[in-house]
């Protein structure tokens, strides 16, 4: 890739709160990180960790009210390579970014297509707006991207409606749909989660392979560990709003250094655990306690305090700051030299 | 479409003989017939009696009446009306036309009222706008759409009072109708026709108005406006074209109601205006019991709903494309 290096998105302490009637909601509470060109960053946590709502800022598609970015700044180097910040941009230029320098695809795909057009209309419909071209080209163009997207009889299928396709080509028709105005980044929000196993490993091979053929950076939201080690190059974690550690994904997986990273990680069974023995006691997963704490009310020091088992008395005093770890790794515990101390020991 | 036509004609059959049955007897449920008046009249002889009785058909049993019009109403004749000595198509036919006027207009205005509101309600939820109008429309949905009539009637009196306007507040058409032109007599019934027409739409519009907003809200909360606006659609087709499109659908379904609502008249909007329509006719002709009048009128009613019904479901797969017409 080309431009390897150079920064695409930054995201500076942006705060998403939400205004209701129990309080304000700090979704998302001074987050920052960013985004190479070509290159995918996972963003992962809980439900309520604030993922969503960090894509949907940087859409600005959070309903306002209640919603609203008290804070930060988002930097974004569109198509034409003009940096803007996209908290402060008019209405009517984030308009223009969105679906063509910036698109998105959802969680959802059985409920992400309007029932009443057809899928040409709907491929179509970014094409004619952000490139100008005719009905009838831009449903080439869709034609042309159902074909990309691996969808068997695309002159049939462009003229069919939602309804007349499964969940997994549904899937497809949102990335044809996000990928029709070559944006230099696509956000996934969890793209896979509500598709069957077989159809979610296709649905990321053929992101992989697309990003390939384009080159656009993904910002990849997920709670989904194994499609992390599938996709990312590169690490956030959030939780309670905010980001808990941040880094390369090998290092992640080999030497996490926030104790949520590491209960996350323990959560998921791997290919070398130990096959369950008849007779012998089951090898049990290992499950975070608690939930995730209410944002309402969220402890005064380290958010994760009240679920961590590492906890000391300082952690509940104030919000541990993000420390360099080194190597561009980030973490946001007062304890991390001393996992890092012992994964230096279990690797050894 | 053609199989989806024929075999609702075919299952209207049993809808319509059942319907028309119920018509009948229901009518007949009440005490004395359309010679009561007369029997009391001293001045009618018995013989005079019998003989009328004999020629409405009154002396028959109920069922024999009843089989004789459903025999007579299968080779399109609907019978007699008692009152009027004339076939009950001719009398209610002029009516049904005066009526569908002044309720096609009065539905146009309903759904221009209506939908934008409705629209606006759902864009500015809760908003002092939309409290405001939602205020006004549960006041009027709530008060008696005759007496909103006379109050508006009793301002448009004093108006003419002050202004010397000649703005009609009653009946159809004005002395001079006839000496009209053409274009002069459709703006003369048009004249007449408004007012009526305003009343009766806005002191129904706060229903329409409430789904509409319900439907839009639901709409917009869905996950395909989230992704039209992922792709950058500017708001009014948002709006437009992703949200009211698919927020009328169950409007739409209802829309098969218009066409027999279109004859069944202005209720007593017709009434209070002096409005030469369905409601008065309808309304004497119960009073005094002319039986085929109101038998026939309902029929070609229940006519009317099935073939709206009909209209319906064919609107209905036009602009949903989910939906099938089988």
Redesign the interface.
Known sequence: MTHQGEVLLAVNGLKTYFNTDDGVVKSVDGVTFHIKKGETLAVVGESGSGKSVTSLSI?R?IPMPPGEIKDGEILFTGKDGVQRNLVTLPEAEM??????DI??I?Q?PM??????Y?IGD?IG??VM??QGKTKRESLEVATEMLRLVGIPAPEKRVNE?P?QMSGGMRQRV?IA?ALSCNPALLIADEPTTALDVTIQAQILDLMRKLQQEIGMSILFITHNLGVVAEMADRVVVMYGGRVVEEGDVVEIFKAPRHPYTMGLLNSIPRAGDAAHVPGQPKQRLEAIPGNVPNPLNLPPGCPFEPRCKFAVEACSEAVPPLFDTGGGHMARCIRWQEFEQAQVEVNA | MIPFLLRRLVQSIPTLLLASVLIFFVIQLAPGDFLTPARLNPGISPEQLENLSRNFGLDRPVWEQYLRWMGNMLQGDFGLSFQYQQPVLDVVWPRIKNSMWLVLLSTLLFYAIAIPIGVYGAIRQNSLGDKSINVVLYFLLGFPSFFLALIVIYFILLARDATGLDIPVGGMTSNNYDALSAPGRVWDVLKHLIIPAVVLAVSDAAGLTRVIRGQMLEVMRSDYVRTARAKGVSERSVIWKHTFRNGILPIVAGIGGLLPAAISGAGFMEVVFAYPGVTPMLLTAIGTQDLYLIAGFNVITTILLIIGNAISDLLLAVVDPRVKVA
């Open positions: 859409m598609l308009r223009r970014i969105r679906g063509n698109s998105m959802f959802e409920t992400s297509l309007n029932p009443v057809t709907q419909e970014a707006l952000h409606y309804h949102m749909m």
